[in-house]
T-cell receptor, first 110, second 114 residues
């Protein structure tokens, strides 16, 4: 089974902090994605990557950046956390159009 | 731009009753179609997918979905719901031919009454 692991289930951060959300997959997939999930809005794509050191903006990239130094790891960075970034963050590894998700990180910014 | 509509935000059914969750999409061509389920506090799990061919597809946990090109729909069904099916369900589309950028609907929250 494909395993996608997100480093934290719950995080509480202060406004203005730099926040790192880590995601690791064990199936050597090239494609990795970060989504945020909010009630009534479904999943919205923040950033994605098709290969090491490669990144593409999704639909809502403002306030976020990403890093992909190794194939198995895709990090989401909140440069200066704000309260409107309080959300559930989901990482996915995608192969053949099928997405394999991590368990999610619920981030609260206070 | 492509979009996915799940018109029902919440649905409540009794255990043992049948279930149908609606999904409509807007796309230039027939996309790849998916249904995912999210149990509380968990990530999303793939239930089933449609790429081409037979328009009735079978998935895990007794779910099936029917693709109707004329209606741009891909509705999810289950003949008899179990209490453990209570979860949130997401319909998603990907570009035809195997693109990896998925677009998700807003989800339908299913409640099962015992």
């Amino acid at each position: 089974d494909v395993k996608v692991t997100q480093s934290s289930r719950y995080l509480v951060k202060r406004t203005g902090e730099k926040v790192f959300l880590e995601c690791v997959q064990d199936m050597d997939h090239e494609n990795m994605f970060w989504y945020r999930q909010d009630p009534g809005l479904g999943l919205r794509l923040i950033y994605f990557s098709y290969d090491v050191k490669m990144k593409e903006k999704g639909d809502i990239p403002e306030g976020y950046s990403v890093s992909r130094e190794k194939k198995e790891r895709f990090s989401l960075i909140l440069e200066s956390a704000s309260t409107n970034q309080t959300s559930m963050y989901l990482c996915a590894s995608i192969y053949g159009s099928e997405a394999f998700f991590g368990q999610g990180t619920r981030l609260t910014v206070v | 731009a492509q979009s996915v509509t799940q018109p029902d935000i919440h649905i409540t059914v009794s255990e043992g009753a049948s279930l149908e969750l609606r999904c409509n999409y807007s796309y230039g061509a027939t996309p790849y179609l998916f249904w995912y389920v999210q149990s509380p506090g968990q990530g999303l799990q793939l239930l089933l997918k449609y790429f081409s061919g037979d328009t009735l597809v079978q998935g895990i946990k007794g779910f099936e979905a029917e693709f109707k090109r004329s209606q741009s729909s891909f509705n999810l069904r289950k003949p008899s719901v179990h209490w453990s099916d209570a979860a949130e369900y997401f319909c998603a589309v990907a570009p035809p031919g195997g693109g990896n950028k998925l677009t998700f609907g807003t989800g339908t929250q299913l409640k099962v009454e015992l």
